[in-house]
Nanobody, 123 residues
């Protein structure tokens, strides 16, 4: 079992930046690939970014490529999402997730989820 706790969300103006953190506890953090997803009101949960257990492989949704960066610090059991050049359409609840395998893009492929953190981007 892995427990995940997100933090770092908030209200920011368009063009601004935020860094989300996801702290993991429980099983060995390096056993897990990690992902960030988001869900806006009335929409399905969508893939944002993912990172392999060692950090050597990352992937991004086209909508955030070049603006967001996923990283992890295995010594701190934490994964990060640096979000730059934020847009109003980035407004959503952001979730981190973990799976005991390679990176994946579908929320259905992840086993553990945090409670989410709200990101609101004003125009």
């Amino acid at each position: 079992q892995v427990q995940l706790v997100e933090s770092g969300g908030g209200l920011v103006q368009a063009g601004g930046s935020l860094r989300l953190s996801c702290a993991a506890s429980g099983r060995t953090f390096t056993n897990y690939a990690m992902g960030w997803f988001r869900q806006a009101p009335g929409k399905e949960r969508e893939f944002v970014a993912t990172i392999s257990w060692g950090g050597g492989t990352t992937a991004y949704a086209d909508s955030v490529k070049g603006r967001f960066t996923i990283s992890r610090d295995n010594a701190k059991n934490t994964v990060y999402l640096q979000m730059n050049s934020l847009k109003p359409e980035d407004t959503a609840v952001y979730y981190c997730a973990a799976r005991t395998a390679r990176i994946a893009y579908s929320p259905h492929d992840y086993d553990y989820w945090g409670q989410g953190t709200q990101v609101t981007v004003s125009s």
